[in-house]
């Protein structure tokens, strides 16, 4: 102890005093601070940047998974018009064909009905025609024929008989 | 916690460093009472005794080597450095007028003669006058003078100055990123940072320490690394130096120290126990206590200055061992020793910078802690 206290100087104590304290001053001052406030901003930055790249990736993941539900439902979308539009389609073709079909029978029907008519119509006017002529035939030969009142008499008599069997 | 340990370890450390030097000591006195008429070898050892012993202490010009030249005389290599005195006014001269503690040197009608590394007031003669005890009984006036330690610690100053501060500057010129020898430099202001400050003193309070606990870990690095060149530079293993350091601890633990800091001393037990029951345990624990708050930075002090001290004894121990065998087998094995071990004080050059840093924290720690108390007493 008492060689510590012979060792002991005032002076070098001086010095170190004024020297550590006056150099921890400007260390502060000129080196620690910008040193550990250069630092901690780089490592908020990295911090930062990390945070942000995760940030990033997971934004993309659910911007990859919204594409892909988009996608699928789109595809489905399609899928359902396309087989909607199938089903329409063979509908509006079997439709047409109905109505196709429908027009058809009716134009024939109508035809039928005319050509029966037409027939008709000729079958009459032949028959008109034919009874005209059987009239004028049957006239001139009755003018032939029933020149004498027996003949008359007698045919008289055969068309009374008729109309009595009818 | 591995604190005790470390503290019962140091302590035994210190204790026999202690012990070594106390031994030494009386050795070298009884040695200086004899040392007429002894053979050629005992006048050498005393020699390299002399010398260690010399170089250990602060001295007022930076000799480099010194030897005896044909006709007897003292041939120094080195430069002088400037005494400043206070003695009735500043006196301020070159150590050169002392010739190496030879002469007596005459400033403005005054005498002044080194002894025993001080300097006195004398008469023309340069006597001075010892009682009983061996104490010098002439005036010593104060003392200011640039000794080689005031040079070194400057040296050191400087260096860190620019070489930290070209740090801080490169991260400006380089994106955020250290250039330079600051790659070296930033990660171990991290290590201090991150390891010895942080969870020591915690996330809250660490960034006010950070100054001090940086500057004080480069400071005694650089300084222990400087005493490690041929230059014979001891400034860590004086107790000077090593007082002022552990001084600031001190002042800092307890300028700072908080509210629970203060309870911790003062009441350690709390509210574990009615008041009547503390107070003959108080009787004792609080002086323990309060004796804590000086024995922590004194540990600091002796610790750094044993340590260093006594590396610089053994290192020039084992040198002084190659003259006084002078033989085939002895002198290069006390080389490779020598080698060895300067190898080893590098590291302990190290390890005495983080240690003084990182107790520093720890007592930095237990002066800003702010926590609710369990009911722990502390082992001193």
Same mark, same amino acid.
Request: charged share 20%; net charge neutral; glycine share 4%.
């Given at each position: 102890?008492?060689?510590?206290?012979?060792?002991?100087?005032?002076?070098?104590?001086?010095?170190?005093?004024?020297?550590?304290?006056?150099?921890?001053?400007?260390?502060?001052?000129?080196?620690?601070?910008?040193?550990?406030?250069?630092?901690?901003?780089?490592?908020?930055?990295?911090?930062?940047?990390?945070?942000?790249?995760?940030?990033?990736?997971?934004?993309?993941?659910?911007?990859?998974?919204?594409?892909?539900?988009?996608?699928?439902?789109?595809?489905?979308?399609?899928?359902?018009?396309?087989?909607?539009?199938?089903?329409?389609?063979?509908?509006?073709?079997?439709?047409?064909?109905?109505?196709?079909?429908?027009?058809?029978?009716?134009?024939?029907?109508?035809?039928?009905?005319?050509?029966?008519?037409?027939?008709?119509?000729?079958?009459?006017?032949?028959?008109?025609?034919?009874?005209?002529?059987?009239?004028?035939?049957?006239?001139?030969?009755?003018?032939?024929?029933?020149?004498?009142?027996?003949?008359?008499?007698?045919?008289?008599?055969?068309?009374?008989?008729?109309?009595?069997?009818? | 916690?591995?604190?005790?340990?470390?503290?019962?370890?140091?302590? +035994?450390?210190?204790?026999?460093?202690?012990?070594?030097?106390?031994?030494?000591?009386?050795?070298?006195?009884?040695?200086?009472?004899?040392?007429?008429?002894?053979?050629?070898?005992?006048?050498?050892?005393?020699?390299?005794?002399?010398?260690?012993?010399?170089?250990?202490?602060?001295?007022?010009?930076?000799?480099?080597?010194?030897?005896?030249?044909?006709?007897?005389?003292?041939?120094?290599?080195?430069?002088?450095?400037?005494?400043?005195?206070?003695?009735?006014?500043?006196?301020?001269?070159?150590?050169?007028?002392?010739?190496?503690?030879?002469?007596?040197?005459?400033?403005?009608?005054?005498?002044?003669?080194?002894?025993?590394? +001080?300097?006195?007031?004398?008469?023309?003669?340069?006597?001075?006058?010892?009682?009983?005890?061996?104490?010098?009984?002439?005036?010593?006036?104060?003392?200011?003078?640039?000794?080689?330690?005031?040079?070194?610690?400057?040296?050191?100053?400087?260096?860190?100055?620019?070489?930290?501060?070209?740090?801080?500057?490169?991260?400006?010129?380089?994106?955020?990123?250290?250039?330079?020898?600051?790659?070296?430099?930033?990660?171990?202001?991290?290590?201090?940072?991150?390891?010895?400050?942080?969870?020591?003193?915690?996330?809250?309070?660490? +960034?006010?320490?950070?100054?001090?606990?940086?500057?004080?870990?480069?400071?005694?690095?650089?300084?222990?690394?400087?005493?490690?060149?041929?230059?014979?530079?001891?400034?860590?293993?004086?107790?000077?130096?090593?007082?002022?350091?552990?001084?600031?601890?001190?002042?800092?633990?307890?300028?700072?120290?908080? +509210?629970?800091?203060?309870?911790?001393?003062?009441?350690?037990?709390?509210?574990?126990?009615?008041?009547?029951?503390?107070?003959?345990?108080?009787?004792?624990?609080?002086?323990?206590?309060?004796?804590?708050?000086?024995?922590?930075?004194?540990?600091?002090?002796?610790?750094?200055?044993?340590?260093?001290?006594?590396?610089?004894?053994?290192?020039?121990?084992?040198?002084?061992?190659?003259?006084?065998?002078?033989?085939?087998?002895?002198?290069?094995?006390?080389?490779?020793?020598?080698?060895?071990?300067?190898?080893?004080?590098?590291?302990?050059?190290?390890?005495?910078?983080?240690?003084?840093?990182?107790?520093?924290?720890?007592?930095?720690?237990?002066?800003?802690?702010?926590?609710?108390?369990?009911?722990?007493?502390?082992?001193?």
């Amino acid at each position: 102890m008492e060689k510590l206290l012979n060792e002991f100087s005032l002076g070098l104590f001086f010095w170190q005093l004024l020297l550590f304290v006056a150099l921890l001053l400007l260390l502060k001052k000129f080196a620690w601070k910008p040193i550990l406030d250069a630092v901690n901003e780089r490592e908020t930055s990295i911090k930062d940047s990390l945070s942000a790249a995760e940030k990033a990736r997971d934004e993309m993941q659910a911007v990859q998974a919204d594409n892909k539900r988009i996608l699928k439902e789109a595809r489905a979308e399609r899928d359902a018009l396309l087989s909607e539009a199938k089903t329409a389609s063979i509908q509006m073709i079997n439709q047409a064909k109905e109505d196709a079909k429908a027009e058809a029978d009716k134009i024939i029907a109508q035809a039928q009905e005319m050509i029966q008519n037409e027939k008709k119509a000729a079958v009459n006017d032949l028959k008109s025609q034919v009874a005209q002529l059987s009239i004028d035939i049957a006239e001139k030969v009755l003018q032939t024929e029933l020149k004498d009142k027996a003949t008359q008499q007698k045919l008289v008599k055969l068309l009374v008989d008729e109309i009595s069997v009818k | 916690m591995s604190r005790s340990t470390r503290f019962t370890l140091l302590n +035994k450390k210190t204790l026999i460093l202690i012990v070594i030097l106390i031994s030494g000591l009386v050795f070298a006195k009884e040695k200086e009472e004899s040392s007429k008429n002894l053979p050629a070898k005992e006048i050498q050892k005393k020699e390299i005794k002399d010398y260690i012993m010399h170089h250990l202490q602060d001295s007022y010009d930076f000799s480099l080597f010194s030897y005896t030249d044909e006709d007897g005389a003292h041939v120094y290599f080195g430069f002088p450095l400037p005494i400043i005195l206070w003695d009735n006014g500043l006196k301020v001269f070159s150590s050169s007028r002392f010739h190496h503690g030879e002469t007596v040197a005459e400033v403005d009608g005054n005498f002044y003669a080194i002894s025993h590394n +001080k300097i006195y007031k004398t008469d023309q003669a340069g006597t001075i006058i010892y009682d009983q005890e061996h104490h010098a009984t002439n005036i010593a006036p104060l003392d200011l003078s640039i000794t080689k330690g005031v040079l070194s610690i400057m040296f050191t100053a400087f260096l860190m100055f620019f070489l930290f501060k070209s740090l801080a500057d490169s991260y400006a010129k380089n994106g955020r990123i250290a250039s330079g020898a600051g790659r070296f430099f930033e990660p171990i202001v991290l290590y201090i940072r991150d390891d010895i400050a942080i969870p020591n003193i915690g996330e809250k309070h660490y +960034k006010k320490y950070m100054s001090f606990l940086l500057t004080v870990f480069f400071f005694v690095w650089f300084l222990n690394i400087l005493g490690l060149t041929p230059l014979g530079i001891n400034v860590t293993g004086n107790i000077a130096v090593t007082f002022c350091l552990a001084l600031l601890t001190f002042l800092l633990t307890n300028l700072t120290g908080t +509210k629970d800091y203060w309870l911790h001393i003062f009441d350690p037990l709390g509210t574990t126990m009615k008041w009547y029951a503390k107070i003959p345990l108080y009787i004792i624990l609080i002086p323990i206590e309060v004796l804590g708050i000086f024995i922590k930075p004194f540990s600091l002090l002796i610790r750094l200055y044993a340590n260093m001290q006594a590396g610089h004894i053994v290192l020039m121990s084992l040198i002084g061992l190659m003259f006084i065998f002078k033989s085939w087998l002895g002198s290069p094995l006390s080389f490779g020793l020598a080698f060895a071990i300067s190898l080893i004080e590098v590291l302990v050059a190290l390890l005495q910078a983080y240690i003084f840093t990182m107790l520093s924290a720890l007592y930095f720690g237990f002066a800003s802690e702010e926590h609710e108390h369990h009911n722990e007493i502390e082992a001193h």
